[in-house]
């Protein structure tokens, strides 16, 4: 069963998996140069940022959430799956899980060194790893956002209008009427 509460990391491609939907929140933000800001301290904004994914992802456990889902994009993906490993090392938050959604085996093969080494990481501590695909193809990235929502009642997002994989996933969600917690509206919004 995806995202079942075992412990036992799991390599499967995508037509293995029956999600608990209900439970299951994903995702989907911006790759580091897509930002208006550095993904690195001392930047204010990301400090604000992580802020923000950390109360909205500890909102969602509260609300009964126990399955994350992570597409493994450089940026907000990472940083957010990076965020469930480091809840699960607190009391009472052990029972959370992390499930990576990989487009294609090699997805990052060609990354720079510290996203490469962080998506490693990820997926060597994860709870599962999906992987969509096992090669690149031009609709990878659209299927693993597609099996995201499709498996999820809820979206953790960093979109603040630019085109791309970002804005395809929240289109995708609103389609399907799952919850979107867009993070750049709640910070645009504290700010006003």
Not at 26 to 37: D, I, M, N, Q
Not at 121 to 130: E, N, S
Not at 151 to 177: N, P
Request: with cysteine; aromatic share 12%.
């Amino acid at each position: 069963m995806f995202l079942e509460a075992s412990k036992k990391r799991s390599h499967i491609i995508v037509e293995n998996c029956a999600a608990e939907k209900e439970t299951t929140c994903c995702f989907s933000g911006y790759r580091p140069e897509k930002f208006a800001f550095p993904l690195k301290a001392p930047s204010r904004e990301y400090s604000i940022l992580l802020g923000y994914i950390n109360i909205y992802i500890l909102f969602s456990i509260e609300k009964g959430y126990t399955a994350f889902l992570c597409g493994m994009a450089q940026g907000f993906d990472i940083i957010c799956g990076e965020t469930i490993l480091r809840l699960k090392k607190h009391p009472g938050y052990e029972h959370i899980r992390l499930s990576c959604a990989v487009p294609y085996r090699d997805h990052s093969k060609r990354w720079d060194g510290i996203w490469q080494l962080r998506h490693q990481k990820l997926a060597g501590l994860a709870d599962q790893v999906i992987y969509v695909s096992e090669d690149y193809s031009r609709e990878c990235f659209h299927v693993r956002n597609r099996f995201m929502a499709d498996h999820a009642s809820r979206l953790i997002c960093y979109h603040d209008g630019q085109s791309g994989g970002t804005a395809y996933t929240v289109d995708y969600c609103r389609k399907k009427g799952i919850e979107i917690i867009n993070l750049a509206e709640k910070i645009k919004a504290a700010r006003q």
